[in-house]
């Protein structure tokens, strides 16, 4: 008799972790939590970034051919005649050690395409606690004037390893104009900046 209360004990408990498990147990995600804030480019004001993004140069939000929502970054160059760059960028808490990737989403429209050696990219730096930069990565291969027109083109940094003295890692999207003079214009959406598993 004992023992069989004590199984029903048993079996009791086990329903009531079971239920408890069933209630707060939550799949782990697996690496698409993005760090970056306002990463669509959805928030601010008529062509001003929202206040997670720091612009530079000739970079607004444009109500243009968004990959997703309504908006994107649009980027082009500040026809100074020499060599320029515009673009967003945005700092996130990092640890030295941890892996991480910058990609997003590039594109050039066919009635302002871009011309010469006009390019786009995703830029990752890792930055120390001074502000000082550490180290900066990029991809191999940047949006130029070779990319098909009118389609959003995947850009990404693959993962990196963030060095000694990191404290923040810094999303930086840009659009150089290599010789100060060339037209076209790009467009940049669905930034992400992603930890490795
Ligand atoms: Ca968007």
Redesign the pocket.
């Known amino acids: 008799m004992r023992k069989l209360l004590s199984a029903l004990v048993f079996i009791l408990l086990g329903a009531v972790g079971f239920k408890y498990y069933a209630q707060h147990y939550e799949p782990a995600e697996p690496t698409t939590d993005n760090l970056l804030s306002d990463?669509?480019?959805?928030k601010g004001n008529e062509t001003a970034f929202s206040e997670h993004w720091v612009s530079f140069g000739n970079a607004f939000r444009e109500r243009v051919t968004?990959?997703?929502?309504?908006?994107?970054?649009k980027l082009y160059g500040e026809y100074t005649g020499s060599t320029n760059v515009s673009g967003v960028y945005q700092d996130v808490d990092a640890e030295p050690g941890l892996k991480y990737e910058a990609s997003i989403f590039i594109r050039s429209n066919s009635d302002d395409i871009i011309h010469g050696e006009n390019r786009a990219w995703v830029q990752l730096e890792f930055v120390d606690a001074k502000g000082k930069v550490l180290r900066r990565y990029s991809p191999v291969q940047k949006f130029g004037v070779t990319n098909a027109q009118d389609v959003y083109v995947h850009l990404s940094t693959g993962f990196v390893i963030a060095p000694e003295k990191t404290a923040k890692a810094r999303f930086v999207h840009v659009f150089e104009q290599l010789d100060g003079k060339a037209h076209g214009s790009t467009y940049g959406?669905?930034a992400m900046l992603r930890l490795s598993p």
């Open positions: 990463s669509g480019f959805e968004p990959q997703s929502g309504n908006y994107s970054a959406d669905d």
